[in-house]
């Protein structure tokens, strides 16, 4: 099993970024597919999540400005994050757990820092 994210960087507020999550081994369309944050310091919460039928959450902190999608087909969850501010600042988890409870499979993250 296997998760490994991809996009984030060091941005200025304002900035678009578009995460990735590429997944392996194991049923990816039965999985929930959740994006997590941890800033240092600071508790992990949970971004945004998709269930296996394409229902949606976001964190009141992120909605309008963040976009959660999956692609079966290509086995690989996605996170939009538009408008970054500086406490979008953070590691960006993604974790595929089936429903969310702080289970299942996780990759190590990316780095997303926002800064002028």
């Known amino acids: 099993v296997q998760l490994v994210e991809s996009g984030g960087g060091s941005v200025q507020p304002g900035a678009s970024l578009r995460l990735s999550c590429s997944a392996s081994g194991f049923a990816f369309e039965e999985y929930y597919m959740i994006w997590y944050r941890q800033a240092p310091g600071k508790e992990r919460e949970l971004v945004a999540l998709?269930?296996?039928?394409?229902?949606?959450t976001y964190h009141d902190s992120v909605k309008g400005r963040a976009f959660i999608t999956r692609d079966n087909a290509k086995i690989a969850a996605y996170l939009q994050l538009y408008s970054l501010e500086s406490a979008d600042t953070a590691n960006y988890l993604c974790n595929a757990d089936r429903p969310p409870g702080g289970g299942g499979y996780w990759g190590q993250g990316t780095q997303v820092t926002v800064s002028s």
């Open positions: 998709i269930t296996p039928t394409d229902g949606t």
